[in-house]
């Protein structure tokens, strides 16, 4: 247990909080919270081919819906219209586990930030920092001198809450027109009952941390709406279009 602790630190915790200092202290105006943004835009640039690919993966599954309904129509038992789903993804060589890495990656990501945010940026705590990083006197946690990003904060919670229901809206496929009066599959009604729950899963679990976390998973969840958006026009820029 030690060992994975110490791998966790080393690789995680470490570099992302020696990183957030650093860009902290080149900026003139010392805000935590624009230190912030600017380390969640670099992780994300470092996660944009995965995203990019997995974005794809999800849309092209997406258009296989008419394929994989008919296969549940036509087979009965689970067993079967699982092994056949599978070949239909082989054909067209999709990949379903790839829409669920970035999520997988983002987890440690986020638990390590957490530890940044929250005992990390202690002065006690920097402790931690490379020879080549200066330790700062102090650390403003007021965001542009309004939001002190310490504590809790509503609105950076409902804020994040809700931008994850807009990404939760354009991941879903778009109905056919022969969708819309028939029944939901299984798959299809826990996909939009996540819908719902994950944005209030995000808002009460944002409100019970400090503001530098809520902030965080804003900006991560604007960049990730603006890539997917960005994506889909080079995809499939008519679909894109008639969304509009």
Request: proline share 5%; with cysteine; glycine share 4%.
């Amino acid at each position: 247990m030690e060992l994975i602790v110490d791998i966790f630190n080393q690789v995680l915790y470490f570099p992302l909080l020696n990183v957030l200092v650093l860009i902290y202290n080149f900026l003139p105006f010392k805000d935590l919270g624009v230190a912030i943004i600017i380390l969640t835009i670099l992780i994300r640039f470092l996660l944009y081919p995965l995203s990019k690919k997995s974005i794809q993966s999800q849309q092209a599954i997406n258009k296989l819906q008419p394929k994989i309904k008919e296969i549940q129509k036509k087979y009965k038992k689970k067993e079967e219209q699982a092994r056949e789903t599978m070949l239909l993804y082989q054909k067209y060589k999709i990949n379903p586990v790839a829409g669920c890495l970035p999520i997988l990656i983002q987890l440690p990501v986020l638990i390590a930030l957490f530890r940044v945010f929250s005992i990390g940026l202690d002065l006690s705590q920097l402790s931690h920092l490379y020879s080549f990083i200066s330790r700062p006197e102090t650390i403003n946690f007021m965001f542009l001198g309004i939001l002190d990003l310490s504590r809790r904060s509503i609105v950076l919670s409902v804020l994040a809450g809700f931008l994850q229901f807009i990404q939760s809206k354009m991941i879903l496929p778009k109905k056919s027109g022969g969708q819309s009066g028939g029944k939901m599959d299984f798959s299809s009604i826990m996909n939009h009952q996540m819908i719902y729950f994950m944005p209030i899963f995000t808002i009460f679990i944002a409100f019970n941390l400090p503001a530098a976390l809520p902030l965080y998973w804003i900006v991560i969840t604007l960049f990730g709406i603006v890539q997917q958006r960005f994506t889909r026009l080079a995809v499939n820029p008519e679909q894109s279009k008639e969304s509009l």
